[in-house]
């Protein structure tokens, strides 16, 4: 069974600086790997996707990398600002006999401070 | 705008009764979704449908029933066999459930034993 796995489960920083958020997977038989950011109370928006064949991807200050035979990814912020803030959830895609279906890791719980 | 309504924000049961959360997306998505967020865990699978009058069990099916007779419409209901319904749940669709299709989610529903 694919598990995910998330590191560290909360992170607080200065405003500026650069951070990483790690995510790992057991099972590196995935369709494609995703991260989401959540802000409290709300549901959730899909910052990158990395497609199984891709090494990255990137969207402005944000860059998510896949290994995916070691079953690591990272998402990097640059120069992070307090509207940041927020939790951060990778997810893997994998297929099931009934279609495919996203597994979650716990998510990183990140604080920028000003 | 097209996107997930999920209705109500809050919802609170009594023991012994049943409620239901509802889920609308003008999207014209074949497949939906509902999950499970417990707090400071990542998102777990109860029920998905990948088209109408279709629905699968998810990791966490025990305790809720699903219906889906319109497109658009996925409600979840969480019954007097769930003990323990006190989380956030979400609701998600996609295009189908082919690989690499995108999932969207709406803000929520916050479930809370009176």
């Known amino acids: 069974k694919q598990e995910v796995t998330q590191i560290p489960a909360a992170l607080s920083v200065p405003e500026g600086e650069n951070l990483v958020l790690n995510c790992s997977f057991t099972?590196?038989?995935?369709?494609?790997l995703q991260w989401f950011r959540q802000d409290p109370g709300k549901g959730l928006t899909s910052l990158l996707l990395i497609q199984s064949s891709q090494r990255e991807q990137t969207s402005g200050r944000l860059n998510a990398s896949l290994d995916k035979s070691s079953g690591r990814s990272t998402l990097y912020i640059a120069a992070s600002q307090p509207g940041d803030s927020a939790t951060y959830l990778c997810a893997v895609q994998v297929q099931e006999t009934s279609g495919s279906r996203l597994t979650f890791g716990e998510g990183t719980q990140l604080t920028v401070n000003p | 705008d097209g996107g997930i309504t999920q209705s109500p924000k809050y919802l609170f049961r009594k023991e012994g009764q049943n409620v239901t959360l509802s889920c609308e997306q003008n999207?014209?998505?074949?497949?939906m979704y509902w999950y499970r967020q417990d707090p400071g865990q990542g998102l777990r699978l109860i029920y998905y449908s990948q088209i109408v009058n279709d629905f699968q069990k998810g990791d966490i099916a025990e305790g809720y029933s699903v219906s889906r007779e319109k497109k658009e419409s996925f409600p979840l209901t969480v019954t007097s066999a769930q003990k323990n319904p006190t989380a956030f749940y979400l609701c998600a669709s996609s295009v189908s459930t082919g690989r690499s299709r995108p999932q969207h989610f709406g803000d929520g529903t916050r479930l809370s034993i009176l």
């Open positions: 999207l014209n998505h074949d497949a």
């Open positions: 099972d590196s038989a995935i369709y494609n």
